[in-house]
């Protein structure tokens, strides 16, 4: 379709709103009006040229085949489509025969809506149509708004046609009323100070997109095709897909099914109706969260594209996925092994804060499996930055990257430009997976830098202000395509330009994560201060210090005074200490409130620093340099007064009094015996020498085959990301930690049980080229060239001769 003709289509329906709605709604609300109108008019376009033979279809069934109940095949075929109106009515005819009666124009608009078929009264249900004609009748504005869609100065049918001075108006096609829909989406999102654009992708991100899906098929296409969308929005990617399918590689025997699910009711309906106008099956597109229900559950499909929100929250939804920390949708739930080669059950599940790799996880879970005789599946899907790098190892977002990377069905990831998509102006990547890769491609994996690949554009359009053009697209598929490195080029001023592109190997983007310790080193002594913080729970710690400040051992009362004697005082003083808490902005969950409130609580706290206080009388107050002497004076006394503590009690108290101090001698956790098959076992599971157990923790007591182990000092734990391969070779833990570790801090050593296995890919390491600054001279030289022109302007203004002046 022309450009300035589709301009001005959308311009029309636009101005429909403030020529028509302006007192009858607010202007945020337009788009609830027009939106279901147009595809209205639509739907109502492609079934007047049919709609004597439907009435008649009508006709037959009632009068001569004596139907209760219609048959809606024969209606579909007399309409021509999946689709029809049984009413004898038309928008146009309804404007036709109108009077000034507003109640006869709303029983028949009534009469003509209820007379679709179900599968556009479920469109008109999502829309609230009916409510809104409603609204718009007994306001006066319906039969105005009716005019306005059924004018002969816009064309909405797939028909060319005249208007009343004789100009032609092209035809609408399907991908042109796709255009109008998303045009006007896009400017009510806009003119709401909402995000434009939120419901669909730039038409050239999709053509890249289905470049890179069926390009590297085209010879291999199956007749019998299908194409999934998961987050659909109003169906760009599917009737694109459909659309470069039928245009590039068409067949006559080809059958292209589309499937998709849309979790917003009126992009839901656009995208339903856009199939229904299109000949597709509209009962592919499901309408719901894609994440609380897996709708598709028994279907595979050969391509799957899609852009899914990112940054978006789906914490309401973990219930249906997730029972406490056990995932409970097998979609996200995957198996990897661990250090040690161990499979294990993994959560695939990333933060709830951003839920666009479930997405990617639902779609490769909807995967053909080639080895079933299926040729596989291939995906396209838009992520921004956070999916390549964010999450530790282990984490929910690593083990998906891991996940795909390890089982080699990633295949490629493009860097897109700033600022391509309307709703947003960060750095976009398409991911391209495949499970049944070509063998020059199994085992690697391409990363394409395009984000200097671009046109600017005359005007922005949301954070829009560039797109591509045709022959980038054709750069980027060529890049891909030959699956080559690629050097990126530099300009005149040495500035990059133009794409680049690597190839690396799957275990490139791997790391192990190990845990390095440092043995903890305490110095201890007993003094009042350091016990008096017994008395208080450290969850609620500031109030009950305060409190105690205040009422003393009244706190330990069970009755309270007068009112209140039958409560403790400390319900007798519930409402003024939560006051105060609400005063010092001190926020109180229910566990912490009935801590603070709980008499046996304050009890069980002050026995304890009472326990404390009888240790110091008896061990004293002077300071130890070893921790564990200390420790063993207290476990003696404790003994001798037949005190049982519980481990976190005495904990508490050895904490209180104790502190970090790298003077100090190391505190020792236990002396283990290690001989014969024990010990084989250990060092062929750590793979190394008896002399080099104190790299894993384990140093010689002395005494044949004892090891002593230390604590670790948990704020000086470090970890290291020790990569995969290092120069194309495998990275030895042991070897790492030797030469990168140990020079720097001797008594460190490997917590090697710890060690997590972690994904990432970061474009910056790998397409980032340093620019070395400017010598000073340069710098210089612009800088005094400034300052000449700056005079010689300040002259002209000031109509000086500044030779004169200087002379």
């Not at 801590?595 to 304890?608: C, I, M, N, P």
């Amino acid at each position: 379709m022309d450009h300035s003709v589709h301009n001005k289509l959308v311009s029309f329906i636009w101005n429909i709103a403030d020529d028509c709605l302006r007192d009858v709604y607010v202007r945020g609300k337009y788009r609830d009006v027009i939106l279901p109108m147009v595809v209205l008019r639509r739907l109502d376009t492609l079934l007047e040229p049919t709609k004597d033979a439907v009435l008649e279809e009508v006709r037959f069934q009632k009068e001569e085949m004596h139907a209760t109940e219609l048959d809606e095949e024969p209606l579909k075929e007399a309409s021509g489509y999946v689709f029809y109106n049984v009413s004898k009515w038309t928008l146009r005819s309804l404007y036709s025969t109108a009077t000034n009666n507003r109640q006869i124009l709303l029983a028949n608009f009534e009469e003509y809506l209820n007379g679709f078929s179900t599968n556009v009264l479920e469109i008109i249900e999502r829309f609230e149509l009916k409510s809104k004609i409603q609204h718009m009748a007994n306001k006066d504005v319906l039969l105005d708004v009716v005019e306005k869609f059924v004018s002969p100065k816009i064309n909405l049918t797939p028909s060319d046609a005249f208007d009343p001075d004789g100009y032609k108006l092209p035809a609408l096609s399907n991908l042109g009323m796709g255009y109008v829909f998303e045009e006007l989406i896009r400017k009510f999102n806009e003119e709401n100070n909402e995000e434009a654009g939120e419901h669909f992708t730039p038409r050239e991100v999709i053509e890249l997109m289905t470049h890179l899906v069926f390009d590297p098929v085209k010879d291999n296409l199956p007749l019998t095709l299908t194409v999934y969308d998961p987050a659909c929005g109003s169906g760009g990617m599917l009737t694109e897909s459909q659309n470069f399918i039928e245009d590039k590689y068409p067949s006559d025997n080809r059958d292209i099914y589309l499937y998709g699910k849309e979790i917003n009711d009126e992009t839901y309906a656009i995208c339903k109706s856009d199939m229904m106008i299109k000949g597709n099956n509209p009962e592919n597109i499901k309408v719901g969260s894609t994440l609380s229900t897996d709708e598709f559950a028994s279907n595979r499909f050969d391509f799957m594209l899609s852009n899914p929100p990112y940054g978006k929250s789906w914490a309401s939804e973990q219930k249906h996925i997730k029972e406490g920390s056990e995932v409970i949708d097998p979609r996200f739930k995957i198996t990897l092994k661990d250090y040690w080669g161990n499979f294990e059950d993994c959560d695939a599940t990333p933060r709830s804060s951003d839920g666009q790799l479930l997405f990617l996880m639902e779609m490769a879970s909807k995967m053909k499996d080639p080895s079933g005789g299926s040729k596989g599946s291939r995906i396209a899907s838009v992520h921004n930055g956070s999916s390549l790098f964010t999450g530790d190892a282990g984490s929910g977002e690593s083990n998906i990257r891991r996940y795909l990377i390890e089982n080699d069905w990633l295949e490629a990831i493009v860097q897109l430009p700033n600022n391509l998509f309307y709703n947003t102006g960060i750095t976009t990547y398409i991911w391209v997976l495949n499970n049944n890769k070509p063998e020059d491609r199994r085992g690697k994996v391409q990363l394409i830098d395009a984000s200097l690949l671009y046109r600017k554009l005359r005007k922005n359009l949301g954070n829009k202000n560039c797109e591509f053009a045709p022959e980038h697209i054709q750069e980027i598929t060529r890049t891909y395509l030959e699956c080559a490195a690629v050097e990126r080029q530099l300009d005149d001023s040495n500035d990059p330009v133009g794409i680049a592109s690597q190839v690396f190997r799957n275990e490139d983007f791997g790391y192990h994560k190990v845990i390095i310790e440092r043995p903890d080193r305490r110095k201890a002594q007993f003094s009042e201060e350091r016990i008096a913080g017994l008395r208080f729970d450290k969850q609620v710690s500031e109030v009950m210090e305060h409190l105690y400040a205040e009422h003393g051992d009244k706190l330990y009362d069970k009755t309270g005074h007068g009112k209140d004697s039958k409560q403790s005082f400390l319900k007798s003083i519930e409402k003024p200490v939560m006051e105060w808490c609400e005063d010092n902005n001190i926020s109180l969950n229910a566990k912490a409130k009935a801590k603070l409130l709980d008499v046996k609580r304050w009890e069980s706290l002050k026995a304890l620093y009472e326990i404390a206080r009888d240790l110091m009388g008896t061990i004293g107050e002077g300071e130890f340099n070893d921790f564990n002497q200390f420790k063993a004076q207290v476990d003696d006394e404790l003994k001798v007064r037949k005190v049982k503590l519980s481990a976190t009690e005495k904990n508490s108290i050895l904490n209180a009094v104790s502190w970090y101090d790298e003077s100090a001698e190391k505190v020792v956790k236990k002396v283990v015996k290690l001989t014969g098959d024990k010990l084989d076992e250990l060092l062929h599971r750590y793979d190394c020498t008896q002399e080099q157990l104190p790299d894993y923790g384990l140093y010689p007591a002395g005494k044949s085959n004892e090891f002593i182990t230390y604590e670790s000092n948990s704020d000086l734990r470090d970890g290291e990301f020790i990569p995969l391969l290092t120069d194309g070779e495998q990275q030895g833990i042991h070897q790492y930690f030797l030469e990168e570790v140990k020079p720097h801090v001797a008594e460190a050593w490997i917590n090697l049980d710890s060690t997590k296995i972690g994904y990432e890919i970061s474009f910056n390491r790998y397409f980032y080229r340093h620019k070395p600054l400017r010598s000073l001279d340069e710098v210089a030289q612009d800088i005094i060239g400034l300052e000449q022109k700056a005079e010689g302007l300040i002259a002209q203004i000031l109509g000086v001769d500044i030779q004169q002046v200087q002379g």
